[in-house]
């Protein structure tokens, strides 16, 4: 029974991650083949309005309790995070997917998590271990090949 | 390639180099968030309404002027984009509520490679997805995949 239950939700969590996966993928591809007629900034705004009618429809689903229990300061966070996230993240994402395309804009900005271990180095005091060098140089040279193409 | 088509490529890696950047800080700072405020689906849903209001607010003359000739084809394209988005993001906490960092992680880390199927499949008159740009896709996945079990 018990083992049954842990396979349910490991099931369930690749099942959920296939969904991430599948949309984030998308996105890039969807925006690049709607973004013919109209500016980034329009794009940038009409995006995060079913982005956020989206999330909050789950939010409130998931966390309705949580939500009006909030403390004033949470909100500057949200902010800031909204500031960063989606006015500097996502239009500068949707400029480079209209300029170089969805595939190549894609394979560089999924280099997240190596600025991240970057910033963490740097203001969480983390050590930088083999695979964290390994993994650093991998993202370099794909880069690399993707950014020289002619 | 002549100057203004290097000119445009350049900015565009550019671009896509500050957007990786700064969803890297993000993450630090959904960290603080998540660590003292709110759990992740609620700080993403609140993020992503305070960037809209930004966002719209600072382009409201622009997006007023082009959501009125718009055709029906690109607002549903980028609404569904932005959909798709918060379904990854939803998908995303949710997997990780279920299951470990361990499997989700290197599942969600795949999408550069559906974007270049997808981008092979339905942006074929759009955009060329080349031989190279599949193979420092996947580079930088494996990559990615190093980093993340680094960290």
Redesign the interface.
């Given at each position: 029974m018990i083992i049954y239950g842990i396979k349910r939700r490991l099931i369930t969590g690749i099942l959920l991650s296939l969904m991430a996966a599948l949309g984030f993928g998308l996105s890039a591809v969807l925006v690049k083949a709607g973004m013919s007629s109209v500016s980034v900034k329009t794009a940038t705004v009409i995006s995060l309005i079913s982005s956020t009618a989206v999330t909050m429809i789950v939010a409130f689903l998931l966390h309705y309790e949580e939500i009006f229990s909030l403390s004033p300061v949470a909100f500057i966070w949200f902010i800031l995070a909204g500031l960063i996230t989606f006015l500097g993240g996502r239009f500068l994402n949707f400029h480079a997917i209209s300029l170089v395309g969805a595939s190549k804009a894609s394979a560089v900005v999924s280099a997240t998590p190596l600025f991240a271990a970057i910033l963490a180095v740097i203001f969480l005091d983390e050590n930088i271990g083999v695979m964290l060098g390994i993994g650093t140089a991998m993202i370099v040279f794909g880069i690399t090949l993707v950014v020289i193409q002619e | 390639?002549n100057e203004t088509a290097k000119k445009?490529?350049y900015?565009?890696?550019l671009?896509?180099?500050?957007?990786?950047?700064?969803?890297?800080?993000?993450?630090?700072?959904?960290k603080?968030?998540t660590d003292?405020?709110?759990?992740p689906?609620?700080?993403?849903?609140?993020?992503?309404?305070?960037?809209?209001?930004?966002?719209?607010s600072?382009?409201f003359r622009?997006?007023s002027k082009?959501?009125r000739y718009?055709?029906g084809?690109?607002?549903?394209?980028?609404?569904?984009?932005?959909?798709?988005?918060?379904?990854?993001?939803?998908?995303?906490y949710?997997?990780l509520n279920?299951?470990?960092v361990v499997?989700?992680a290197p599942?969600?880390?795949?999408?550069?490679?559906?974007?270049?199927?997808?981008?092979?499949l339905?942006?074929r008159g759009?955009?060329?997805?080349?031989k190279?740009?599949v193979?420092?896709?996947?580079?930088?996945?494996?990559?990615?995949?190093?980093?993340?079990?680094?960290?």
């Open positions: - | 390639m445009i490529t900015y565009g890696f671009f896509a180099v500050c957007a990786a950047f700064l969803y890297a800080l993000s993450a630090l700072v959904g603080k968030i003292d405020f709110s759990s689906m609620v700080a993403s849903a609140f993020s992503i309404l305070f960037g809209l209001v930004a966002t719209g600072m382009f622009t997006v082009e959501a718009l055709s084809r690109s607002w549903v394209l980028i609404g569904l984009s932005g959909c798709a988005s918060a379904l990854g993001v939803s998908g995303w949710l997997a279920v299951t470990q499997v989700v599942i969600v880390a795949v999408y550069p490679l559906i974007t270049i199927l997808a981008a092979s339905f942006l759009i955009e060329k997805v080349t190279k740009t193979a420092g896709a996947i580079i930088v996945v494996i990559g990615v995949l190093f980093v993340g079990f680094g960290t």
